[in-house]
């Protein structure tokens, strides 16, 4: 069989927030029908809750300790890549790939710096193009002559970020919103989700425009289509925070000339740090020899095969939060301090207060599964405790986290000290 093309679509800050992954009042027909048509992974989160860190691990196979991107890229954060680290698009030029950028990147401030020999539907005049002009500018390549195979395409959509109306999308009617329990349900809560919708909305479109063009152009059978998102919705307590609104997201996978079955569901727990071997293994290239990821291959073709791993980690720069995950238990160790809103579920014109993040948060996840029930302390706890506090500080051992020597410097500081430095050899 002829190496398949491969065509990632992510979204900013979409979560699970579609049709197929449970939210009704969501309209994503496009996007279920790939679920339909392929795998649908269910436990599958990303190593950070932000976004440059998320993709730079998807897109690396290596941890944001280890390949050096763990904070945003864009200023005035302007976190970076280790020199000499592999981006997926690198990997795929060397493998003989046609690598094509379509709309937005977030794994460097310097979009040449990466292995893309085409770029498209990029800024203009200052201006980010739609989710409609991306998908638009990949059909019009796909149906014309200049496809060549194989093909490595990474599709970027601004959309769901902030603002949500941007583009001059069109609001869902909020009064059939489903408002997650982790926030209040008010009218506030109510015509924000409305407008992320429909943003929503507007990415499936996108995605009917790029399934049609697949299908109209031949490329359909032959094509590895991802779709994923970088992390969780942007609304207090998801985004921005390592609690499991800001780090599920989706991932589905469609293969037809693969093998890989229609409808298949993965109940799986699995990290995004897995995604770039487990490609590596599909198109039959040699996984790098730094990767930290582990391969879910098996997973894609036996709905039966085994756990590849046990815990998912994570880590959010911005406040020095790390926390390791397994299916029923969630430990996050706080190393700077930080404060929260606070606030009953489900209740209108209720006082909320900020609270302090404590230096441990312990969440049983099948008793609570909002995790507002912090048990660090609780005697009960105490054996899951040590057991994911042990799994924690092994992965930062791993990763050779710097937290553990001393809080983490950022590229700000050191180009704020510049001067100091230059006034001392002088």
């Given at each position: ?78 976190w970076s890549f280790n020199e000499g680290e592999q981006h997926l698009s690198h990997i795929m030029r060397d493998a003989g790939y046609h690598t094509a950028l379509f709309g937005i990147q977030h794994e460097s401030s310097n979009v040449d710096e990466l292995g893309f020999e085409s770029k498209h539907a990029q800024r203009g005049l200052g201006v980010t193009r739609t989710a409609l002009d991306i998908a638009g500018s990949l059909a019009d390549l796909l149906k014309s002559n200049d496809a060549s195979d194989p093909f490595y395409a990474q599709v970027g959509f601004f959309e769901t970020h902030r603002p949500h109306d941007f583009g001059n999308v069109e609001s869902d009617d909020s009064k059939g919103i489903y408002v997650p329990p982790y926030l209040v349900d008010d009218a506030t809560s109510r015509q924000e989700l409305a407008v992320q ?230």
């Open positions: 069989m002829s190496k398949p093309n491969v065509i990632i679509i992510t979204t900013h800050d979409t979560g699970r927030h579609f049709g197929c992954y449970g939210i009704d009042t969501v309209h994503t027909p496009a996007i279920d029908a790939i679920a339909e048509d392929g795998c649908k992974f269910t436990n599958y989160f990303p190593t950070s809750p932000v976004c440059s860190p998320s993709r730079g691990c998807m897109l690396t196979g290596r941890y944001p300790q280890s390949n050096g991107l763990i904070g945003l890229t864009h200023s005035p954060w302007d919708q429909g943003a929503v909305r507007r990415v499936n479109d996108a995605v009917q425009i790029i399934t049609d063009a697949l299908k109209e152009s031949g490329h359909e059978d032959n094509t590895i289509l991802v779709f994923t998102v970088d992390h969780g919705i942007e609304f207090p307590r998801a985004k921005w925070f390592c609690y499991d609104p800001g780090i599920e997201i989706a991932l589905i996978m469609r293969w037809p000339k693969g093998g890989i079955k229609d409808g298949q569901v993965c109940d799986n727990l699995l990290s995004n740090v897995d995604f770039l071997p487990t490609l590596m293994n599909l198109i039959d290239e040699p996984i790098p020899d730094n990767i930290e990821g582990i391969s879910f291959k098996s997973v894609l073709t036996d709905s039966k095969a085994p756990q590849t791993r046990d815990a998912v980690f994570s880590v959010f720069q911005g406040s020095d939060a790390r926390s390791v995950r397994t299916n029923r238990y969630k430990l996050i160790r706080n190393f700077a301090p930080r404060r929260i809103l606070d606030f009953p579920v489900n209740m209108t014109n209720t006082p909320r207060s900020r609270i302090k993040l404590p230096v441990v948060e312990l969440y049983d996840l099948e008793e609570d599964p909002n995790e507002f029930d912090n048990v660090a302390t609780n005697p009960a706890y105490k054996e899951i405790y040590t057991e994911l506090s042990n799994l924690l500080w092994d992965w930062m051992e791993e990763v050779d986290d710097p937290s553990l020597k001393s809080p983490i410097p950022t590229p700000y500081y050191y180009e704020a000290v510049e001067e100091y430095h230059q006034r001392k050899d002088a």
